[in-house]
């Protein structure tokens, strides 16, 4: 073989190599590689019954967690999977409403509350499924469960509540900032174009007016009327005994118990324990939901443990975040 043709084919060997490699590149850059991570690391199957006590699996206890901000963010990225899934958890009563094998549930209750709408539907399902069912639920609460916590208690057959837990926090509240002042006097104009005057309800750069106030306050005041009615259907309490407490004010379990709003001094296991000696479920199973584990499941716990942070800082992050559209919560704590 000559030089020259020698030269054609390595000519044409590099052209074949660099065709291929074009065409690898290509296919790299243009993958969707967002959904490639998400195909990769999340839950392949949804979510998983975990056995936590072995037993007879014809009457089973549920044990259901509500920990941290009550607040629907979408579905959660297994990577940064923090604190309160609220589809998932919704999901769960669903599961339960379902299964004829469930005939108890224990809701451990860690939360200071948070959306008035999230709260809400947790609680209507909870009462769905005491109506359709006719099945305990025994509330155990953790170190805080307030407000919206404390909303979606309220309908359990029992409330147990450590010596140490922070409750009550009875209302609902809406907040905004208003830097219409710092940015006036640096020189700041906002320019605001609306179809009608309380479009800007609650802007953050002028003072509200009198009538706007009013306005907001009747809402609020609707949302707090059906907190009390919450209550005095789910503690069998008069109106004149719920409206003695609900006025924001928090309480230890001792106070909570005293006033009427918790049953018992317990911690979870102590609930479990009461709702199988009150229901004759001795020797039933225990379990509950969780994803399937498997390296994309390891690496978010780990990220979680990165993330997580305190309680505070879970409140700033999942609800700060909301002052550019102010929306009411049932929430303990400050912004």
Do not use: C
Not at 87 to 93: D, G, H, K, N, R
Not at 170 to 196: P, Q, R
Not at 229 to 240: C, K, N, Q, T, W
């Amino acid at each position: 073989m000559n030089m020259k043709r020698w030269l054609a084919l390595g000519a044409a060997v590099l052209l074949f190599a660099l065709a291929v490699g074009v065409n690898m590149a290509s296919a790299l850059f243009s993958r969707d590689w967002a959904s490639v991570m998400e195909e990769t690391f999340a839950p392949t199957q949804g979510q998983m019954e975990y056995v936590l006590e072995e037993g007879d699996v014809r009457n089973r206890i549920a044990l259901l967690r509500v920990e941290g901000v009550i607040q629907d963010t979408g579905a959660a990225s297994p990577l940064f999977a923090t604190g309160y899934n609220h589809q998932a958890f919704m999901e769960q009563l669903d599961f339960i409403r379902e299964d004829k094998s469930v005939k108890g549930v224990v809701l451990h209750v860690d939360s200071p509350g948070g959306g008035v709408v999230e709260s809400s539907d947790i609680h209507d399902k909870i009462v769905q499924l005491q109506e359709e069912r006719d099945i305990p639920v025994y509330v155990s609460m953790g170190g805080l469960a307030a407000s919206g916590g404390y909303y979606i208690s309220a309908p359990a057959d029992k409330i147990f509540a450590h010596q140490e837990t922070m409750t009550g926090s009875i209302g609902v509240i809406m907040e905004s900032i208003n830097y219409g002042e710092f940015a006036e006097k640096h020189g700041i104009d906002f320019v605001t174009i609306k179809s009608g005057k309380y479009k800007d309800i609650m802007s953050p750069s002028r003072e509200m007016t009198d009538e706007e106030r009013a306005m907001l306050q009747e809402m609020l005041n609707d949302s707090y009327e059906r907190f009390v009615d919450v209550i005095e259907e789910g503690r069998g309490m008069s109106e004149a005994e719920v409206k003695k407490w609900a006025d924001g004010r928090i309480m230890n379990g001792r106070q909570a118990i005293e006033s009427g709003l918790a049953d018992e001094t317990g911690r979870l296991e102590d609930t479990v324990e009461a709702l199988r000696t009150d229901h004759d479920l001795g020797k039933a199973e225990l379990f509950e939901y969780g994803y399937e584990g498997g390296f994309g499941s390891i690496f978010g716990m780990k990220m979680q443990s990165l993330v997580k942070g305190d309680l505070e800082t879970q409140i700033v992050g999942q609800v700060l975040s909301d002052y550019n559209s102010p929306r009411m919560m049932y929430l303990y704590g400050e912004k």
